[in-house]
């Protein structure tokens, strides 16, 4: 089942996206599924956003919303958003703020905050995260890293950008972190945006029970499953978890939703890009019935949420692949039948 539409293709930062539409919806996301009707959902539903941001061309068709969650299972050796891990909110250090006024060490009730140098170093198990020292700082050096929004709260932000999803084939898509560490939140964000009439696409590791990846299933368009590594003991290595979930997930959630799910490939020198990994990568969409993939740079734009949450970055001696490289791994892909997308 064909399910995008290429509409136009265009240049932003040397990087070529394509914009997409999508028809037959109904035969994914079936207006009975996503009817206004009582839904069980819990009174005071809450869930842990680390951000939300707009005008975004590369998280699925046309331009798209894209809500960050927080909270993640795996702890991905190159992760660009170490802030994402944890579902609870921390505090972050922003250096380039700081006037060394010594004000957070002081007002620290449990002395989690230690100066060292032009650096403030927080100590993660001592801190309460009370906000005495975000309160206090009058440089806004030390803040919150996420928040608490309701479903409604994220329906609402994303609404101020129904014109251009209407006009370009767009829509809303949950990231992370990981959209299904809080199903129920995530499931409800979706069943709101569907009764608007927005195009969703959930970006997921897959790592979570069957259950829980089919609970969001009627209310979503396009899934978009990260593979980070075909061999199992490869993927424990760099990510905490090995493959077996995750595989089996995507295997079924494609024969569930044929031509719904498209696969992000990030691609990360020396830990993912020999030719038999993505040879493996290749054999597995073709016995799976998937199509479409994102061949994703390893880039380092990230580097500087390791500095604020003081963490080590690991990946600094990895070299930012050439644009060369990279063609030739999407033309490899691209010459076995599959869709390179963006």
Request: net charge negative; aromatic share 8%; charged share 25%.
């Amino acid at each position: 089942m064909t399910v995008l539409k290429k509409l136009s293709v265009v240049t932003v930062a040397k990087r070529r996206y394509c914009l997409f539409v999508m028809y037959n919806r109904d035969d994914f996301c079936s207006a009975a599924a996503v009817k206004e009707e009582e839904q069980s959902v819990p009174a005071g539903l809450t869930g842990s956003i680390a951000r939300i941001e707009r005008y975004m061309i590369h998280d699925g068709p046309g331009i798209r919303t894209v809500v960050f969650f927080k909270g993640c299972p795996l702890r991905c050796v190159w992760c660009s958003s170490p802030q994402t891990w944890k579902e609870t909110k921390e505090v972050i250090f922003l250096k380039r703020k700081c006037i060394n006024c010594g004000s957070c060490v002081a007002s620290c009730p449990e002395k989690a905050i230690e100066a060292v140098d032009d650096i403030k170093k927080i100590d993660r198990g001592k801190c309460n995260l009370c906000d005495e020292c975000v309160e206090i700082c009058p440089a806004a050096a030390l803040k919150f890293d996420g928040c608490l929004m309701s479903p409604e709260d994220v329906v609402n932000e994303v609404m101020k950008d129904e014109h251009f999803y209407k006009t370009s084939g767009g829509g809303v898509t949950l990231s992370g972190g990981e959209p299904l560490g809080q199903p129920e939140f995530a499931s409800e964000i979706l069943r709101r945006c569907k009764l608007k009439g927005f195009h969703t696409a959930l970006e997921t590791s897959a790592y979570a029970e069957w259950q829980v990846l089919k609970k969001l299933m009627d209310f979503v368009d396009l899934f978009l499953i990260d593979i980070k590594h075909m061999d199992t003991e490869e993927h424990l290595k760099i990510t905490g978890r090995n493959n077996d979930l995750i595989l089996d997930n995507i295997l079924r959630t494609a024969k569930e939703r044929p031509g719904s799910v498209a696969i992000q490939f990030p691609v990360i020198p020396g830990y993912n890009d020999t030719k038999g990994n993505i040879d493996s990568l290749v054999q597995f969409m073709t016995g799976a019935g998937i199509d479409s993939i994102d061949v994703i740079p390893f880039h380092k734009l990230g580097q500087h949420e390791y500095e604020e949450l003081g963490l080590d970055y690991r990946v600094m001696d990895v070299e930012v692949p050439e644009t060369g490289s990279i063609q030739n791994i999407r033309e490899h892909i691209k010459s076995k039948g599959f869709e390179i997308i963006n």
